[in-house]
């Protein structure tokens, strides 16, 4: 099939119901004897199953969703030396990641994480750091100042 072979909407007809035994879809519409299905307005609630113990109060509840998780803004390592805005010896707060576009809100907290090599020696503000991109940054001359 090719986009020249494909037939628009507009052209193709419709199936008319209710129009005589002789259509095809004469008397009930193709609808059946009786219930709500075959009456007009019948709305079905998602998930119904026909009066049946439906699917997801049969399966069991599990697990458990902490109301107090702490959502992170990660900073690799790598994007620090990727980024040509950071230079050697610049001090960076949340106010100036934002800027750089490392992250997208100041109000919520940020962790640096040790994914990639860093050369460049920075003092960064954050949150929260993992070991290896503690360790990462002093061993590149910089400084991690945890916030909080």
Wanted: one cysteine or more; charged letters at 30%; hydrophobic letters at 30%.
């Amino acid at each position: 099939m090719q986009l020249h072979e494909l037939v628009t909407s507009k052209t193709a007809t419709r199936k008319r119901v209710g129009r005589g035994p002789g259509s095809g879809k004469g008397k009930n519409c193709g609808r059946g004897q009786n219930g709500a299905k075959s009456r007009s307005g019948y709305k079905q609630k998602r998930g119904y199953e026909g009066g049946q113990n439906p699917l997801n109060r049969r399966l069991p509840k599990f697990g458990f969703t902490s109301p107090n998780k702490e959502i992170f803004q990660l900073i690799n390592l790598q994007n620090l030396e990727d980024s040509p805005a950071v230079e050697t010896g610049s001090h960076l707060d949340k106010s100036k990641l934002k800027a750089l576009g490392l992250i997208k809100k100041e109000d919520k907290p940020v962790k640096l994480l040790g994914k990639g090599k860093l050369s460049k020696k920075i003092k960064i503000e954050v949150d929260t750091a993992s070991a290896n991109a503690a360790e990462a940054v002093k061993k590149a001359g910089g400084e991690v100042i945890k916030i909080a």
